[in-house]
């Protein structure tokens, strides 16, 4: 029975097994010329100093392909702060994969977008803030950038990458959102993300300034509903609910360890990009194991796989399957426990507590914002 | 489900989507911005058929032949499955010219 000590567990010593992942996040800087206030980076950066080399991405990118993964989303920070990263592209494209690239359109010319290009990019997401130069520049913290944001869009049309705009909703654009719609139909995009802000992180720091209303997210609801008849066969329109106001939770990840997993700019390995807000948790990193072995075999992917490791009520809970018991990470932000039930799905026994918090957030009047900038010495 | 492709219309796959054999699972994928979608072989026999030049009646005629099945029952799952696409933006059309 050597094979004992391989079989995969969870948290409880519960037997689990491992799918394949499909798609891997690439972080592969934290550096980033925008200060946006619900970044989904952790409050802890890396610095530029213990960030991967292009070589490094280069082998876990044929790891990645020979685990199954078919996509990379290449992001950050601002991936574009990377001198190397045509490089990166490269080898991901070799690696066979299929590669997002994820921008702030900030600090790329038009002669490295070409250089992209022959890299091998196949897609180009591009964040908006706004819908006009003042919101975009306050929000982004980044003067200028709506300028440059609109000439990089341009760019992205003539050398004829296909589109996706990036949209974070909360409280002080949420209003917007049909303006946010026609620009990004405007510009050309085959696809439009309109995502509320999640309260991990920054955007946590940022409640009170970020938290829509109720109002607001049933206006988002229709909005996004509309503008799916409408613009049907001419863009699609993804959507990430405001979850505070939700009946269930979301199913984040598409279940722990089930489809995605997420590399750092220094190699650390995350069933997600707000796993590490699991302060007991360890996670590995690609320079001491390899990504399969990660994958498989490690403490913190394997931590909360299957349903067997679920509390009431989501182990009686019919939606187990369906969603997982929502975010861990949200548990560990809203319950103080990652193995908690998501508090904002409605069977959790906080639940009315953070639905009460929610809208004390959403009535506060503050439009001041917590910048995410890295600390000084670094 | 009102189709968003005529029989004169000419079907083809944009930059940005491509098929690809997936290698680990064994299966043949559409791969798309954001979407890896498997494909199963009515799906794949269809797909290979977009040319950038050939409409979609002659597609499907061209199928009919191949599988020897009745060119109204093809017509409609090629319609379908290309609207499908044609929705999710994989799959664009361009009128004949």
């Known amino acids: ?378 | 489900m009102t189709p968003l492709i005529g029989p004169h219309d000419v079907p083809y796959l944009p930059r940005g989507v491509r098929l690809q054999g997936d290698r680990v699972r064994g299966i043949r994928v559409l791969q798309a911005p954001e979407r890896a979608m498997q494909l199963d072989q009515i799906g794949e026999a269809i797909l290979g058929e977009l040319d950038g030049s050939r409409s979609m009646a002659a597609i499907v005629a061209g199928l009919a032949a191949r599988y020897q099945a009745p060119e109204e029952q093809i017509a409609g799952d090629v319609r379908d499955f290309l609207t499908g696409l044609i929705e999710r933006r994989m799959v664009f059309v361009k009128d004949p010219t």
């Open chain 1, 1 to 378: 029975m050597k094979d004992l000590s391989h079989q995969p567990r969870d948290l409880d010593g519960n037997p689990v097994t491992p799918g394949l992942p499909m798609a891997m996040l690439a972080e592969v800087t934290h550096r980033c010329p925008l200060a946006c206030p619900y970044c989904s980076n952790p409050v802890e950066l890396v610095r530029a100093g213990s960030e991967l080399s292009a070589d490094d991405w280069g082998r876990v990118f044929r790891e990645a392909a020979d685990l199954g993964v078919l996509q990379v989303h290449i992001s950050g920070g601002e991936p574009g702060a990377r001198r190397d990263l045509a490089q990166i592209v490269a080898h991901a494209r070799d690696a066979g994969l299929y590669v997002n690239l994820i921008t702030s359109g900030i600090g790329i010319t038009r002669a490295r977008l070409e250089e992209l290009d022959r890299a091998g990019v196949d897609h180009v997401q591009l964040s908006l803030q706004g819908i006009r130069p003042d919101m975009a520049d306050r929000i982004s913290g980044h003067p200028g950038s709506w300028d440059k944001k609109m000439g990089f869009a341009e760019w992205v049309a003539e050398i004829g990458f296909p589109l996706t705009i990036n949209a974070v909703v909360h409280r002080q654009n949420m209003e917007r959102l049909p303006d946010m719609l026609e620009l990004a139909e405007r510009l050309g995009a085959r696809r439009i993300e309109v995502a509320t802000v999640q309260f991990h992180g920054w955007a946590d720091l940022n409640r009170k300034a970020l938290m829509p209303t109720r109002e607001q997210a049933v206006f988002a609801r229709q909005i996004v509903n509309e503008g799916r008849v409408r613009l049907r066969g001419r863009m699609v329109i993804d959507y990430v609910p405001a979850d505070h106001h939700a009946v269930y939770p979301k199913a984040c990840m598409g279940g722990w360890g089930s489809t995605g997993l997420n590399i750092g700019p220094d190699g650390t390995v995350l069933p997600c990009h707000a796993a590490q807000s699991i302060t007991w948790m360890r996670f590995e990193n690609v320079r001491d194991r390899s990504l399969s072995d990660i994958w498989h075999l490690s403490d913190s992917f394997n931590a909360f796989r299957g349903t067997a490791w679920m509390p009431e009520p989501c182990q009686g809970c019919e939606r187990k399957v369906v969603d997982f018991g929502g975010c861990r990470c949200q548990a560990m932000a809203l319950a103080g426990d990652a193995r908690a039930t998501d508090p904002v799905c409605s069977k959790s026994p906080l639940h009315a507590q953070v639905v009460a918090r929610a809208e004390a957030d959403a009535d506060a009047t503050t439009t001041e914002f917590v910048y995410r900038r890295m600390n000084k010495g670094g």
